[in-house]
């Protein structure tokens, strides 16, 4: 088992900054691939950025690829998520998930889940 802890997350007004980070423990962090994932009131858990065990390969969605940056501390067994230039549509709880198996995937193929940090980005 993986225990995994968002924080980071809060109230910041259009084109601001936030930096999530997540936390492991339970297990051997660096054997994991790392993601950050969202959901929307109403809308469908989905795919933000994700990051392989070594930090050597990372994924974005599309609307992430400008402006988020993913990233991984495995001393520290820590993943971040460096959210720029936020707009009124990145409100979401925002979670992190590890896999030993996939990195670029949808949430049902990730195997451990945070309980999610709250991003409110204000117009």
């Known amino acids: 088992q993986v225990q995994l802890v968002e924080s980071g997350g809060g109230l910041v007004q259009s084109g601001g900054s936030l930096r999530l980070s997540c936390v492991a423990s339970g297990h051997t962090f660096n054997n994991y691939n790392m993601g950050w994932f969202r959901q929307a009131p109403g809308k469908e858990r989905e795919f933000v950025a994700a990051v392989s065990t070594s930090g050597g390969a990372k994924y974005y969605k599309d609307f992430a690829k400008d402006r988020f940056i993913i990233s991984r501390d495995n001393a520290k067994n820590t993943v971040y998520l460096e959210m720029n230039v936020l707009k009124p549509e990145d409100t979401a709880v925002y979670y992190c998930?590890?896999?030993?198996?996939?990195?670029?995937?949808?949430?049902?193929?990730?195997?451990?889940w945070g309980q999610g940090t709250q991003v409110t980005v204000s117009s």
């Open positions: 998930a590890a896999s030993t198996r996939v990195v670029y995937a949808p949430p049902a193929l990730y195997d451990y």
